[in-house]
């Protein structure tokens, strides 16, 4: 059994400036984590490893080493089970289709139900390159388990009621996953990561082998992201789902162009080349430095879900055209936020610092004064490509929210991250309960008074628990999975 989480993320500088080479994001990993956790199953049995957790079931027999039997001849041999058990009817179950002329390997979805094209393409992906490398004939069968922190999904009246939490870390949502509300921590991105690492190192390496095979196991991640995304985005999320926080510069999208899909002929070796990074003419050029970076000791990180009817798909797509169209404009606008960013960053980095040297010294008020001034500075950027580009990255409804809160004592600033728009907010504090508690009580009756520029409305706004977390991909142990695998 092997059992890997991946983080999500928050974009708190670089929005829409990363996704261009010339500029960088400022990615923070949270300590909300997905989990996956693959369990090989023997031959010509249902479950071969049993639950280390179970007692023997009816029907079962005992095996040597705590594994159990179920005696039926009539399942298939190589299948792979995919449950999310946090949700009703997240069952997904697969056989395995091989490719001639070095195709590869493909999932092929069985006994009905929605697809999970994130599950799929990463199966898919993991298993071609796990049976290229490893000259792997046969994988027997896996059954696989996701489970995702509670942060990930707005409440619901199950995750809210007594018996949700009885199950330790994870709670169950009582509702189809597709019915459950996204809060936009970047489910798909900690998913995949999560996902291919523990295939990976499950067929192929020793779980402390991790550290070396990250950048391997990141470029298989951002391939199998962006495919099953069907589009290739910045990458920022997968980025900070293998290494955690840090200064983001993203890929050449040549990389994964030629790529082409499973079962195309060659597909295997492609993807081999792509992973291990022999490509002489499309090398990696990702980077991440700084990664594993923390905020400074005495400030922390918060997001708000800010629940608002109005969404606005494509912004970036409108974003980008109005870049196009308006070249110098937007090139001084981005340099300009990339300089202030910039600042920014290397200021929470010289904070940290100087808290390592001196932890004990309480932070006073003033020590923030810069930081303070940048995010202002940043925002009012982001406000002018608002009104330039005509997309609602930062609305009036939220400049309101933000205005408010940054008032608060204990506040240093906020902006809205990522893209933007009416989905969140970000905020670094003092870490300091009372500070959380005014915040609370600023949201009790939060309802937005101003008319907003883009017709929304905030009607309700709610801190999430999840902070800043820093670590990328880990190993996981298996104790705290007890009652879900
Ligand atoms: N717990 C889970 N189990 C299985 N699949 C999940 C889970 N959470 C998210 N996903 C997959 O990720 C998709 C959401 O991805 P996406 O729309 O990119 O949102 P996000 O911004 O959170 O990444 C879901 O439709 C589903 O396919
Ligand atoms: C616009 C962007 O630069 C940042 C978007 O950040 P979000 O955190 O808003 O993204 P999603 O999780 O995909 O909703 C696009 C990109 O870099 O891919």
Known sequence: ?????????????????????????????????????????????????????????????????????????????????????????AVWEYRLKR???????????????????????????????????????????????????NDYYSETAASRGPAAGTQGRFRHFGVPLHEAHKTGLGSSAALVTALVSALVIHRTMHPDDLDVAREKLHNLAQAAHCAAQGKVGSGFDVGAAIYGSCLYRRFSPSILEKLGDVGSPGFEERLFATVEDVDVARPWDTEC???????????????????????????VKHVLEWRNKNRQEADMLWNNLQANNEKLRLELIRLAVARNHDPEAAPVLEDYDLIRALIRQTRCYLRTMTKLSGVPIEPLVQTELLDAMSDIEGVIGGVVP????????????????????????????????????????????????????????????LGQYFGWI
């Open 1 to 89: 059994m092997t059992a890997v989480s991946a983080p999500g993320k928050v974009l708190l500088t670089g929005g829409y400036l990363v996704l261009d080479r010339n500029y960088t994001g400022t990615v923070f990993a949270l300590d909300a984590r997905i989990h996956a956790i693959v369990q090989q199953l023997r031959r010509g049995s249902r479950q071969l490893s049993a639950s280390p957790f179970d007692a023997v079931g009816e029907g079962a027999e005992q095996q040597a080493g705590g594994s159990v039997t179920v005696n039926d001849t009539s399942i298939e041999e190589e299948t792979i089970t995919v449950r999310s058990p946090q949700f009703l009817d």
């Open 99 to 149: 490719y001639e002329d070095g195709g590869g390997v493909k999932v092929v979805q069985h006994g009905g139900g929605r697809r999970n094209p994130f599950v799929e393409t990463s199966l898919s992906y993991a298993l071609t390159y796990i049976s290229y490398v490893a000259d792997s004939r046969g994988f027997g069968s896996l059954s696989i388990t996701i489970l995702a922190d």
């Open 289 to 315: 430095t700084d990664f594993g970076m923390r905020l400074p000791q005495g400030m922390q990180m918060v997001l708000c879900d800010v629940d608002c009817g109005s969404h606005s798909p494509s912004m």
């Open 418 to 477: 990522g893209a933007g728009g009416y989905d969140a907010v970000v905020l670094l504090i003092r870490d300091d309960m009372a500070v959380v508690n005014r915040l609370n009580a600023l949201f009790q009756n939060w309802s937005s008074s101003v008319e907003d520029d883009f017709c929304g409305k905030i009607e309700r706004v709610r801190m999430l628990g999840v902070r800043h977390g820093s670590d990328g991909v880990l190993n996981e142990k």
